[in-house]
């Protein structure tokens, strides 16, 4: 993947890849839908296992290759 990323922007991208909404990502990544939407908003960060969640959807149903090592604090 060339540079790192942050959740929210990954969540977000995500979401366009597959053109799908909160809720639905929520219910892929088994994250709730309110959690998920404070990750996006960059308003609460996720714990290791929501992340390794997110990028397992990342991979499986977006079609990306996204390693742990690719995630990044914000800016």
Known sequence: ??????IK?????IRIK?????????EWSGIDQTSLS???RGKRKPGLMAIKKI???ANERAG???KYTDIRDEE
Do not use: F, N, R
Not at 9 to 13: A, S
């Open 55 to 57: 990028i397992d959807v």
């Open 64 to 66: 990306m290759s996204i």
């Open 1 to 6: 993947m060339g540079t790192a990323m942050i």
């Open 18 to 26: 597959c053109c799908i909404s909160q809720g639905k990502l929520a």
């Open 38 to 40: 404070y990750y996006e």
């Open 9 to 13: 922007d990954l969540i977000k991208e």
